[in-house]
């Protein structure tokens, strides 16, 4: 299903003059508001192909229903996301969970959806069917060449899907690691890993980029041999320009200070893209903003300030994508949810007075510095927010449209209710 614009326009009608007298308010306060209103025009999340499905844990699945039974579908559905909040142009895909068939009748399909291609990601933490080497003990690290070679040739396949698409960059996660002391060497896990990485850089084209993601820890339990920032720049830096550090908030230790390991992977030109979810205890892939909003802002703090210190573009320079899972929650409501939460901090964050903020630490006003912070965390910005999407062509409110519309109705209608999308 599509949603027509006038649907849209019928949903904002009575909605605006509440909406404008909310704007005027804040608006009024912020002396950069059209500036603003712009780069959250402007400003786009990817939305991945497996977070159309619910998802699910070891412990199980509760699917839900109506989800998308094929790479179209699943398409569609983050063009009804685009329609309603104007901010997940985009798809990025897994590979083997999603291969294209047909390229020329995929892209059209995006083409006619106003969607494009962000960046491909492999997958060599599963056994495929009917694959003749396991990757029980890694993939890119592990011992046998053989295994590695299998590893590194389906890294330049789904490049090659890329290409095909249009993509611009291959993420790399790697489940390679150990659960046990002496399980491994660390040294020789490193440079098989490195070695692996440097075949797979070798097949990139010109104009792409390759992110190494890291994760402290899951599916192995005793070392991870992409395991934190440290470990996954080192491969950055010896693999080349067009390889970045990919930071995925979920992968790090609990309490860990994203916010600076953003700061300085940015000082270094080495930070490539972003996963954006939300935890509790560990990689729990919850929804964007539901549990630690404060510090969602305070990375797109230094998102924001790092990005302007090397005049990158704020659209296009680093790549952004929603990566969360969806066990309770209908996998749609839930990624509006979290576009929300991304696009309420990111404009926060242009917010900020950085003269002023810059002025309080060469003071050493530590009062004064918070003070600029949590005012501006404290500033209700949605109407802002909600402005940019109307300007856009967008709903007032995404969420309450997406309800009244009963689209996850009309989509079991179409599809079913015992479709269950491709994924873990
Ligand atoms: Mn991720």
Redesign the pocket.
């Known amino acids: 299903m599509q949603i027509e614009k006038h649907r849209i326009e019928e949903h904002n009608g009575p909605l605006l003059a509440e909406h404008k007298r909310k704007f005027d308010f804040v608006g009024s306060g912020v002396h950069n508001v059209e500036a603003v209103i712009q780069r959250l025009i402007d400003f786009n999340v990817a939305i991945?192909s497996w977070a159309l499905g619910t998802g699910g844990t070891r412990f199980g699945r509760f699917s839900g229903a109506g989800e998308p039974g094929n790479l179209e579908g699943k398409m569609e559905d983050v063009a009804l996301l685009h329609a309603l909040n104007r901010s997940s142009g985009a798809i990025s895909l897994h590979i083997p969970w999603d291969i294209p068939e047909n390229y020329s009748a995929i892209k059209t399909v995006a083409a006619e959806l106003g969607l494009r291609f962000d960046a491909v990601n492999s997958n060599t933490f599963q056994d495929q069917k009917g694959q003749p080497l396991s990757y029980k003990f890694g993939s890119l690290q592990h011992i046998d060449k053989a295994v590695r070679r299998q590893a590194i040739d389906h890294n330049t396949e789904v490049i090659r899907h890329g290409v095909q698409l249009g993509s611009k960059a291959l993420?790399v996660?790697l489940s390679d690691g150990s659960c046990f002391p002496g399980q491994l060497n660390f040294r020789k896990a490193f440079q098989n890993t490195l070695e692996s990485l440097q075949e797979i850089y070798s097949a990139l084209p010109g104009d792409w980029k390759v992110f190494v993601?890291y994760?402290a820890y899951e599916p192995n339990f005793y070392s991870m041999t992409v395991g934190d920032w440290g470990q996954s720049l080192l491969y950055a830096n010896k693999l080349g320009s067009k390889a970045y550090t990919?930071v995925?908030l979920?992968?790090h230790l609990p309490n860990a200070n994203i916010e600076q390991i953003v700061a300085l992977l940015l000082m270094e030109g080495k930070l490539g893209g972003f996963?954006f979810?939300d935890s509790k205890y560990g990689d729990d892939d919850l929804t964007v903003g539901s549990i630690k909003p404060y510090q969602l802002f305070l990375i797109f703090n230094e998102l924001v300030e790092g990005m302007d210190a090397r005049e990158m573009d704020h659209t296009t320079d680093l790549g952004w994508?929603i990566?969360a899972s969806h066990n309770v929650k209908d996998p749609l409501e839930d990624l509006l949810q979290s576009v929300e939460a991304i696009m309420i901090s990111y404009a926060q964050a242009l917010l900020i007075d950085r003269k002023k903020m810059n002025e309080a630490q060469q003071d050493n006003d530590v009062v004064a510095a918070q003070e600029i912070l949590q005012n501006t965390f404290r500033t209700d910005v949605r109407a802002i927010v909600a402005e940019a999407r109307l300007r856009g062509g967008g709903a007032i409110n995404p969420l309450r449209l997406f309800r009244e519309m009963k689209i996850r109705e009309q989509l079991i209608k179409e599809r079913g209710a015992k479709t269950v999308a491709t994924g873990l």
Do not use: F, Q, S
């Open positions: 991945p993420t996660w993601e994760k990919l995925d979920g992968h996963h979810n994508m990566d």
